[in-house]
């Protein structure tokens, strides 16, 4: 690679880190940062965008439209993408509803609660 | 238990009363273990909230397949005046190949609405005391044996009947026994939550997790509404100055800068060694033109140290450059 190529690729991987996520005017201490102490910011700001792009990627494989999963990412918090980071597969997702099961259940409890509530 | 239970009871109720007490005593005891905030909740409603509450206006979505995320979150936004269908929502929440969507992508979502998105504290009384404020909640349940997760909006109960009343797939109306809702509820860890219009809050906020949620609001959505959330906000407490440097950094990006040192004068006389305030002040002045008055208080800030020195001494240096020095 030409040192002009490794100049290029390394202001770009700066901007994509930056862009995006900055949301404090020049100057002016962000909201956010309140609650987090400077000293951590930058190794936070990498693994932060890290697991975004994690995330990203995930959503993208399991058939979301890449530049939706990227709008979809950018509306967490930090917090919640770290939640998800490396960890998507293990979350439930609300969507299913297995009828046998939920009968089962259904009568399962029903028979508990009516000896129960009865007393 | 409840299962040996059952399977045991004919033969143990016609042997002998003694039998029957005992038996009943362990169910008792097993049932009260088993779906613990039910039988906290047997011994009486918390204070002041009545025993029966509907909120018979909240619209109704009835779920297409696999598509309760978007129906849920539609029909809590819809309630607090939203113009959004479950349609709209799904390119938000719904993830093709998990069938389903992700409690955080429900969180936020409701953010690029424009509301607070807010988990509530994992406790049944919570979620009554929310329904009686009047915002339908929320709640994640699973219904399956294993994998059976299923969104459904709390948006009544009735307390002398024990029934929770929800919004839930395709039925307008369902209601669920208290003891069915904690079962199938306590396996998401009582995953429960409520999206709020800016100048609301919820029944049971806490005060530092609320301005957590108003921050990542203006981090995602428009000033505008994260400015009249931290104004809120800061009717209701009044002396947090974290909020006051919310609603000033609001004030600044819109470009209301004479709002912006209102706001941050008067945190500055509340907590005068705070760092933030001074740095955000200075800047706010310099950015008016007044880069005299700015130097001493940036001074001041650089002179407390502390987790943001790098970022005072760029706004120090900001200033100085400004000023020709």
């Not at chain 2, 097993?30 to 909230?49: E, H, V, W």
């Not at chain 2, 397949?65 to 939203?82: D, K, M, R, W």
């Not at chain 2, 941050?264 to 907590?271: F, G, P, Q, T, V």
């Not at chain 2, 208080?297 to 000023?323: D, H, W, Y």
Request: hydrophobic letters at 45%.
């Amino acid at each position: 690679m030409s040192v002009w190529a490794k100049v290029i690729s390394r202001l770009l991987i700066a901007l994509m880190i930056w862009t995006p996520y900055q949301i404090a005017t020049a100057g002016m201490i962000g909201t956010d940062q309140v609650a987090t102490s400077s000293a951590q910011a930058d190794r936070t700001t990498v693994l932060n965008f890290m697991n975004r792009s994690d995330v990203t990627g995930k959503l993208q494989s399991f058939g979301v439209d890449p530049s939706t999963a990227k709008d979809r990412v950018a509306a967490m918090t930090d917090d919640e993408v770290q939640s998800l980071a490396g960890r998507i597969n293990a979350m439930p997702a609300g969507g299913d509803v297995s009828t046998a099961g939920v009968i089962l259940i259904i009568i399962l409890i029903a028979a508990a609660v009516w000896w129960f509530w009865q007393r | 238990m409840v299962l040996a239970a059952l399977n045991l009871a004919p033969s143990a109720m016609k042997n002998a009363r003694l039998a029957a007490g005992v038996f009943m005593l362990a169910l008792v005891c097993g049932c009260a273990s088993l779906f613990p905030q039910t039988a906290k909740l047997r011994d009486g409603l918390p204070d002041s909230l009545p025993p029966r509450v509907e909120l018979k206006e909240v619209p109704f979505f009835a779920q297409t397949e696999y598509q309760c995320g978007p129906a849920a979150l539609a029909t809590v936004l819809a309630a607090s005046g939203e113009r959004v269908t479950p349609g709209d929502l799904v390119s938000q929440v719904y993830i093709p190949e998990r069938k389903g969507s992700l409690q955080v992508e429900m969180l936020a979502a409701a953010r690029r609405h424009g509301r607070i998105s807010y988990l509530l504290a994992p406790r049944f009384d919570d979620l009554l005391r929310e329904l009686a404020a009047g915002n339908p909640v929320i709640v994640l349940q699973n219904l399956g044996i294993r994998d059976g997760w299923h969104y459904a909006v709390a948006v009544g109960y009735d307390y002398d009947e024990a029934e929770i009343i929800l919004r839930s797939g395709d039925k307008e109306r369902e209601t669920m026994h208290f003891w069915t809702h904690e079962f199938v509820w306590m396996r998401s860890g009582y995953w429960a939550m409520v999206a709020m219009p800016p100048d609301r809050i919820p029944a049971t906020a806490d005060e530092s997790r609320w301005l957590a949620a108003v921050s990542a609001l203006e981090r995602t959505g428009d000033a505008r509404t994260a400015r009249t959330a931290y104004e809120t906000f800061l009717r209701r407490w009044p002396s947090n100055v974290n909020a006051a440097v919310g609603l000033a950094n609001t004030q600044h990006t819109l470009g209301n800068l004479t709002a912006a040192e209102r706001v941050l004068r008067d945190a500055e006389e509340r907590d005068p060694k705070s760092v933030i305030v001074l740095n955000n002040l200075a800047q706010t002045l310099s950015d008016q033109g007044r880069d005299g008055e700015a130097l001493p208080v940036i001074e001041r800030a650089v002179a407390l140290g502390g987790p943001f020195a790098a970022s005072v001494q760029e706004t120090r240096n900001g200033i100085l450059k400004k000023l020709g020095r």
